[in-house]
Structures are given as C-alpha cells and as structure tokens.
C-alpha cells in the first residue's frame, strides 16, 4: 500500500514546478532534469535554474516544505546531469545534423535555436558556450547545433564543462546561501524565482549591449 501511494505522487509530479519534482525525486530527479535539458531538445521546457536554487534551498532545512537534500550529493548529481547532457546533446547534433531540429514544431525552440546561432556567430565558440548555459532554452538547442556545426570536440568539451560547472554549482550554492540566511525562505520561493530567472538572463544582456557599442563605435570612425 505504501509503495502505491509514493508511486502515485511521482505520478502525480508537476515538471513544471521544482517544488514538486524534488519531493517527488530528490536529488536523483535534479541529475534527470540536468541531462534531459541540456541534452534532449524535449527538455526544453524544464526549470533548470528554479530547480538548481530550489534544490539548494531545501538543503538548509530551514523551509516549511518537509523536503530536506543533503549539499553533496546535490552537486554531484547538478553537475553530473549538466555535462553529461550537453556532451549528449552535442553528440546528437553530430551524428543526426539539424534534421532532428528541423523537424520540430516548437516556435520558442527555433527561436532559441536562432539566439544559440547568433550567440556563436557574434562572441565564438568559447564564450557562447559557456554564455549559453545561463539562458534557458538556448542551453538546450546549442549543443546539438554545436555539433551539427561540427564545433571541435575538444573545445567544445571544455568550454561546455567550465559553463556547466559555474552554471549548476552556482545556482546550488546560491539557493543554498540563501536558505541559510533567511528563515522560512520558501514562503518567498515564486518572486526569488522570478529574480533568478531574470538574472540568468544578464550575462547576454551585458554581451549584447557591449557588442552593440562596439558597433556603433566602428560606424562612427567609418
């Protein structure tokens, strides 16, 4: 009986909402959630950054949810899920081209995949990769168009892991810091959230700003 009620919570689970998807999963779904995002283009609906500061959060205890994660495991499972999944993800791009992209229907993903193009186009393979990871949906389609691209391996592996890390550890660390801090910071959950997400957004914002200067530098001495 037990076993059916705790089978029929994880059926009941929301993906949407990282409250739901941790108590039902726990550190094992975040490693899940990591992969299918970064790695399967059906992730891209995932909340990435949420779940990441979310599950960092509950690792304080100091929440009202009942749900308690223990740090460690939690970064290896954040961290572990976000480069396997985006090497996936590339691996994919590689052997399949952008057929796979192609043939989905989704408008927010084909606008990614044109942000993840212009992101390489304008700042390199390094520093879009790493830029990627911070913005949600482009971390999903840039790695398989970074293979279809036939970014090199190496660079990519490279760059892909140093974003990652920053990336998962990061948002971890934060939520984490956070939950220390302030007592019952849960109640708080949906505008922190809605911060985070609009601060994962910064790094482009300050590229895309700094690239337009540039710009409109070279045209004035033109």
Sequence with gaps: MTTLVALSSQLAVNPLDAQSLLAAFGVAGVGAVMFAETGLLIGFF????????????????????????SLVPLLAAAVLGALAGAQCGYLIGRRAGGSLLARSRSRRLHDGARRAEELLARYGHAK????????????????????????????????????????????????????????????????????????????????????????AAKEVRR
């Design 46 to 69: 995932l909340p990435g950054d949420s779940l990441l500061f979310t599950a960092g959060l509950l690792c304080t205890g100091s929440g009202r949810s009942g749900v308690h994660l």
């Design 128 to 215: 879009a990769i790493v830029l990627a990871r911070f913005v949600p949906v482009v971390r999903t389609v840039l790695n398989p168009l970074a293979g279809a691209l036939e970014v090199p391996v190496r660079v990519f592996t490279l760059w892909q892991a140093v974003g990652g890390v920053v990336w998962s550890v990061g948002l971890t660390l934060a939520g984490y810091a956070l939950g220390s801090s302030i007592p019952d910071v849960d109640r708080y959950l949906l505008p922190i959230v809605a911060l985070i997400v609009v601060v994962s957004l910064l790094p482009l914002a300050a590229e895309l700003l700094r690239a337009r200067k540039a710009a």
